[in-house]
């Protein structure tokens, strides 16, 4: 059975996450569709630090016998990764994007150039 | 040129955005009509010139709210009094454009929606789509105290408050429902008429099933968020 502080900290943890991701999003520091991953990271690591049960249940399935709340640790891990890797594509664009941008800035100057000569 | 500005945001639309063009002009020929060609890879800006259409090509995608927050910035910084806006893709039909324009000329609303849901029939869009309307219908309406049926509609006639506005902020990706909300939450006048609006002239609705959960699930987080925020600051004539 998963002790019982270590529920609580958990959904404290998760609750603080939400907190500081919606007050981010509020102040326009963060856009919703980047916030979309951290907000579900947040609602899942709540339910399963507050349903008890279903955190033991899980662990069954998965076969950790030990330690149930090691669950609530791989959780995090996977949803940290897919939030990585979604950044990671972000990037991508962002790059290819800013080379297209300064590839335009730079013929656009180049033809402002030649109109005044 | 243009104290009246019509924006036509396209990707990709060359099949049908020559007859979009051609219908503002059959309209009122007093529009100057600047489509947005948003990072298309088809001939829509080549065509759209050939048509006599001011062209604003944009080097990459930009989605469907900063194509036309492109548009709301050309026009005010012309100084441009009226705008409406078209949809590259045939839906909506210029014939129309007197029914959306009158409450804005009539000087009662500063920005007015097209609905297909008041009244007339005409085009629907499929099942699923029709029942994420009306739950964003319903949480706009929520919001704005007033009956909103077709937030989602692209189809809009709006005055240089509402430029202003617009021209300063706003939304990514898929805007209207955010900018209803936005403009209520700065006092700016709504209405909504009825329009029928068409099938798609021709390419493809850059909406797709996956996208469309999507977009309610951030379209509705956006919409609770903002609940909490100070409304924007529009832009201020110099």
Redesign the interface.
């Known amino acids: 059975m998963t002790p019982l502080r270590v529920s609580i900290a958990g959904a404290i943890a998760s609750i603080l996450l939400l907190l500081v991701v919606?007050e981010l999003?509020?102040s326009?520091r963060l856009?919703?569709?980047y916030?979309?991953l951290w907000?579900a990271t947040g609602v899942v690591l709540l339910v399963l630090s507050v349903w008890r049960g279903g955190l033991n249940t899980i662990a069954r399935w998965l076969g950790v016998t030990g330690y149930p709340p090691a669950v609530l640790f791989a959780v995090g891990i996977l949803f940290v990764i897919l939030v990585l890797l979604h950044y990671s594509t972000v990037i991508s664009r962002l790059s290819?994007?800013n080379v297209?941008?300064a590839q335009?800035l730079a013929l656009l100057e180049e033809e402002l150039r030649a109109r005044r000569r | 040129m243009g104290d009246r500005v019509a924006i036509v945001p396209a990707l990709n639309e060359e099949a049908s955005i020559g007859g979009v063009i051609e219908g503002i002009r059959a309209f009122d020929p007093a529009f100057e009509v600047v489509v947005v060609a948003d990072g298309s890879t088809d001939r829509t800006a080549e065509v759209a010139a050939g048509h006599g259409a001011t062209v604003l090509r944009l080097?990459?995608n930009l989605g469907i709210g900063g194509a036309v927050q492109t548009g709301f910035r050309y026009a005010w910084e012309h100084g441009c009094e009226l705008v409406v806006r078209v949809d590259g893709d045939g839906q909506h039909d210029p014939a129309e454009l007197g029914a959306i324009l009158a409450p804005v000329l009539a000087g009662q609303a500063d920005v007015v929606v097209g609905s297909r849901f008041v009244g007339t029939d005409g085009y629907r869009s499929s099942r699923t789509r029709r029942v994420g309307i009306r739950v964003l219908a319903w949480s706009v309406s929520a919001i704005v105290r007033q009956r909103v049926t077709d937030p989602t509609s692209g189809f809009q006639a709006l005055n240089r408050h509402a430029l202003a506005l617009f021209a300063a902020d706003y939304p990514?990706?898929y805007p209207e429902v955010e900018a209803t909300v936005m403009a209520h939450r700065c006092r700016l006048r709504l209405q909504e008429v009825p329009v029928t609006m068409r099938e798609r002239g021709g390419g493809r609705s850059s909406i797709t099933a996956v996208h469309s959960v999507?977009y309610m699930?951030?379209v509705l987080?956006?919409l609770f968020?903002d609940l909490?925020?100070r409304p924007a600051a529009p832009l201020e004539d110099a």
């Open positions: 919606f999003i509020r326009r856009k919703e569709r916030a979309l907000l290819d994007e297209t941008l335009r | 080097p990459f990514h990706d999507y699930v951030k987080l956006a968020v909490f925020r």
